[in-house]
C-alpha cells in the first residue's frame, strides 16, 4: 500500500493541493483587492440614495452620474474637455518636471550649483503656488499660459526635492568603488548615480501627479473656456450636481490612471532592484 492510500497521507495530499491552489489564486486576490473598497463605499452611496437617506439636491445617486456621464459622452463635451484638461495637465508636467529634474540632478552633483540655487529655491517652494492665481493672471491673461506656469509651477518642486534626495544618497561606497574602476564622471553618472537616485526620483513624479491634477482643478475653475473644470464650474452655476461629481470622479480617473503609467515605468526601469522584483 502506498504511503498517500492511507488517512493520513491522503490529508497531507488534500492540504498540499489547497496550499497549491490558494497560491494560484493569491495574484487574482491582489489584483481585485484594492478594488474592494471603491466598490463597497459605491454601493453604500447608492443606497443610501436610494433609500432617501442623501438628497439628490446634496449628492447625486451614482446612477444619476452615470447618466449624466452618458449624456456629456454622447454630445462630444466630455472626450474633448478631457482631452483638453489632460493636455494642459502633461504639458505643465513635461515643462515643470524637466526644469525641477534638472535642477535636483545638478544640486546633487555639484556643490556650487547647490549653493547658487538650493536657497532661493527653498525659498520659492514655500510660497503656495495657488495664492499666486490673481497675479498670474496679470502677467499671462486668462489663457493657456496662466495654466502651464501654475501646472510646471506645482511640480517643480517635489521633482525637485526628491531627484536632490535621490542623488545626495546615493551609497557613497558604490560611488568610490566606480572611481576604484577608473570610470568617468559621465559613466559614473549613467551606471551608479542616476539608477540609485530613481526611486526617489520616481517618488517624486508620483507626487508631482496629484499636485499637478489638484493645480488644474483650481486653475480651470477660475479661468478657463475649456476643460473639466469649466465644464464643473459651469454645472455649479446651473445647478447641475450630477455634472460636478461627474467632473470629480473624471479627475479622480484620470489622477489613478496617471499613478498607475508612472508605477509601471517604476517597476520596468527597476526591475534590476531586488525590493521592486516580484
Keep these: 500500500m502506498s504511503t498517500f492510500d492511507t488517512p493520513i497521507g491522503r490529508a497531507f495530499s488534500e492540504r498540499t493541493v489547497g496550499r497549491k491552489q490558494a497560491r494560484l489564486s493569491l495574484p487574482g486576490r491582489d489584483r481585485l483587492l484594492p478594488y474592494a473598497v471603491p466598490v463597497l463605499i459605491v454601493a453604500l452611496w447608492q443606497l443610501a440614495s436610494s433609500a432617501g437617506w442623501i438628497s439628490s439636491r446634496v449628492m447625486p445617486s451614482p446612477v444619476d452620474v452615470a447618466i449624466a456621464f452618458w449624456s456629456t459622452t454622447s454630445s462630444g463635451q466630455l472626450p474633448h474637455d478631457i482631452l483638453v484638461s489632460a493636455g494642459r495637465a502633461f504639458a505643465g508636467l513635461l515643462v515643470g518636471g524637466s526644469i525641477g529634474f534638472l535642477l535636483g540632478i545638478a544640486n546633487g552633483i555639484s556643490r556650487i550649483s547647490e549653493q547658487l540655487t538650493d536657497t532661493t529655491l527653498q525659498m520659492l517652494r514655500t510660497i503656495p503656488h495657488l495664492a499666486m492665481i490673481p497675479l498670474v493672471i496679470l502677467w499671462f491673461g486668462i489663457g493657456e499660459e496662466s495654466k502651464l506656469f501654475l501646472t510646471s509651477l506645482g511640480v517643480l518642486f517635489p521633482v525637485y526635492l526628491n531627484t536632490y534626495h535621490g542623488v545626495r544618497n546615493v551609497d557613497r561606497d558604490l560611488i568610490e568603488m566606480g572611481r576604484v574602476y577608473g570610470m568617468g564622471n559621465w559613466t559614473l553618472f549613467r551606471k551608479v548615480i542616476f539608477p540609485g537616485a530613481l526611486p526617489s526620483i520616481f517618488v517624486g513624479l508620483r507626487y508631482a501627479l496629484g499636485i499637478m491634477w ?65
Design 214 to 278: 489638484l493645480t488644474l482643478i483650481v486653475s480651470e475653475s477660475i479661468a478657463a473656456s475649456s476643460g473639466i473644470g469649466h465644464m464643473a464650474n459651469n454645472a455649479r452655476e446651473f445647478m447641475m450636481t450630477d455634472v460636478v461629481v461627474l467632473a470629480l470622479v473624471i479627475y479622480a480617473v484620470l489622477g489613478k490612471l496617471a499613478d498607475v503609467v508612472a508605477r509601471a515605468l517604476e517597476r520596468r526601469a527597476l526591475r534590476w532592484n531586488p525590493v521592486y522584483q516580484k
